[in-house]
């Protein structure tokens, strides 16, 4: 069996479904490759920036997402040893659970025309002059598909950007997330509509938002070598930094066991590709590039480079992509995702050295004007 569309995606998350939602309400006959089942949970701090909350409205998706929106935030709290610093952020962003939001786009994807594949492998990718094939096992068989698109939206270690030859490899100084929520009454310490991030003075951080008066949603960056699969590496990594922060203490932490709840992990991370597109490719999302999370701007790359994309292809045919079209698309990601990116990398190596984090809150404390800028910056990423 053999199926023909203008463009395969690959790849269900908000960059996926928005990127098939956009190239469908041009015309463009799209299908859609889900490997994971409905509803499937991933490993994210669940928080959505204001910059992304705009582009979903732009795209008519406002109503669609509303019902996995389950809680906001106003202010980011980062905590280095004994020093603190609360910041005050300048728009209220939302908290949007992973299993609920990318199924919200998924089925917004398929009441938009969009051919949705759940629990569908793509593999066996090859490119040619007139298409991109892959071969997509779905329902227990192999089935082909021929696009003259094929769209990489899935994620750190792109099984599309590497069968394009777009990796860069990457060895030095990787990092690896994680999340999970963790059942627990709130304490008093933690205040809600905040985003904490606890630092770890042996590198990486703890991020942690309240979902509700009982539930704490728990995301973590873990350093090179500490690979949070291995769960010896993760307790070990945890042990040591709620004796760091006493409020993780107070949230019951200290009985964290990695293998007693469900906990997803990511990476490794920086991921980074020599382009975003060429003939036959185009990568979205994480997998046209991506540098350690803050507070919400995997989702808003995510979602602003799915309508990069679209924006550069609103004035052709449906089906038409050659190499000046992968240039236009490569240079707007650069200008709309590229430069954020940056701003981010930047305030990653300062995170990676408590001292200078000790610094700047001491510097924030003092002049909390310079406190509200770098919060904006973060924001607009």
Known sequence: MSSDFDAVVVGGGPSGSLSAIELSKLGWRVLLVERGERHRDKACGHCLNPRAIEMLVQSGLGEAVRPALVGDYRRLCVCS?????????????????????????????ADAGVEVWHEASAMAFDFHRDAAYATVRVNGECQAV????????????????????????????????????????????????VVF???????????LVCSSDSLIHIAGLMPSGRRPGADRNLASWMCDLVMQHEVLGECGLSRFQPTAIPVHAIGPMPWRTHANARRRVALVGDAAGYVE?????????????????????????????????????????????????????????????????????????????????????????
């Open 146 to 193: 021929r696009a003259p698109l094929l769209v990489g939206a899935d994620g750190l270690g792109s099984a599309v950007a590497r069968a394009a030859g777009l990796n860069r490899r990457t060895l030095r100084n990787r990092k690896w997330g994680f999340s999970f929520d963790w059942p627990t009454a709130r304490p008093p310490t933690l205040k809600p509509n």
């Open 197 to 207: 991030m606890f630092l770890h003075r042996a590198g990486g951080y703890l991020g």
């Open 81 to 109: 040893g004994t020093a603190s610093a609360l910041v005050e952020l300048p728009r209220q962003g939302v908290l949007a659970p992973r299993s609920l939001f990318d199924q919200a786009l998924r089925d917004a994807a």
């Open 293 to 381: 999370p803050f507070t919400g701007e995997g989702m808003t790359w995510a979602i602003h480079s799915a309508m990069t994309l679209a924006s550069c292809l609103c004035d052709v045919s449906p089906g038409t992509w050659n190499e000046a079209l992968a240039d236009r698309y490569r240079r707007a990601w650069r200008t709309a995702i590229g430069s954020r990116q940056r701003v981010c990398r930047g305030l990653a190596v300062a995170l990676e050295r408590p001292r200078v984090t000790r610094l700047m809150i001491r510097i924030g404390d003092r002049f909390p004007r310079l406190s509200r800028t770098i919060a904006r910056q973060v924001v607009k990423s």
